[in-house]
């Protein structure tokens, strides 16, 4: 069925390093792909997107990479920040044509990114 | 502009106990979604709505129930309480067109625990 995943469940890193958070993807169908940050005890908060027809964005200190040859997306965060430690998800949701949009996204299980001072 | 909002924040419930989660958006979202997560994982969906009046299940809708009597409210409703249903409970809206897919808005969540 579908899915999707992230490669590893905890991610450690010195503050100032850069971060590379990883996810799988199954679906070959799915459009649209965007990472999430969840801080403890808040709902997940919108980080960046990308569509399938591109391989690369970048917005404030974080960058999405799409690689859809071997269907995986990563999320790199640059000069990472205490701030920075959270739960990040991807999810992948196909563009619906027509008037059967849903919007509907798949959650993958996230990635517990640990800052150490 | 609060976005989404959910009440209550915490409840703990008895096994049959029923009760209803709150949610509101003020973004005029006609699209809105109800995720349960259970601990170290992902969100599942339980329930949907593309508009007022029109509701639909997700993936996990068993011993639930939603509403969309207006576009801002999106009720959901747990009938005869399960400790499987221990759980916390986000809200999500979005704004949607045809031919587009658009990013989820997700409210602070409920959470709930089933004794």
């Known amino acids: 069925g579908e899915s999707v995943g992230l490669h590893l469940p905890t991610l450690s890193v010195q503050e100032g390093d850069n971060s590379i958070i990883n996810c799988a993807y199954s679906?070959?169908?799915?459009?649209?792909f965007i990472w999430y940050k969840q801080e403890s005890g808040k709902g997940p908060q919108f980080i960046i997107d990308i569509r399938s027809n591109m391989d690369k964005r970048q917005g404030q200190r974080v960058t999405v990479l799409l690689n859809k040859t071997v269907k995986h997306l990563s999320l790199q965060i640059a000069a990472t920040q205490p701030g920075d430690s959270a739960v990040y998800f991807c999810?992948?949701?196909?563009?619906?044509?027509?008037?059967?949009?849903?919007?509907?996204?798949?959650f993958g299980q996230g990635t517990t990114l640990q800052v150490k001072p | 502009n609060a976005g989404v909002t959910q009440t209550p924040k915490f409840r703990i419930l008895k096994i049959g106990q029923s009760m209803t989660l709150q949610c509101t958006q003020d973004m005029n979202h006609n699209y809105m979604y109800w995720y349960r997560q259970d601990p170290g994982m992902g969100l599942k969906l339980i329930y949907y709505?593309?508009?007022?009046?029109?509701?639909d299940k997700g993936e996990v809708p068993n011993g639930y129930n939603v509403s969309r009597s207006t576009t801002e409210d999106f009720p959901l409703r747990l009938e005869l309480a399960a400790p499987s249903q221990t759980s916390v409970y986000f809200c999500a809206s979005s704004s949607l067109a045809v031919y587009f897919t658009d990013t989820q808005y997700f409210g602070p969540g409920t959470r709930l625990t089933v004794l």
């Open positions: 999810a992948e949701g196909p563009i619906d044509h027509g008037s059967s949009n849903t919007g509907k996204l798949i």
């Open positions: 679906n070959s169908a799915s459009d649209y």
């Open positions: 709505s593309v508009g007022a009046g029109i509701t």
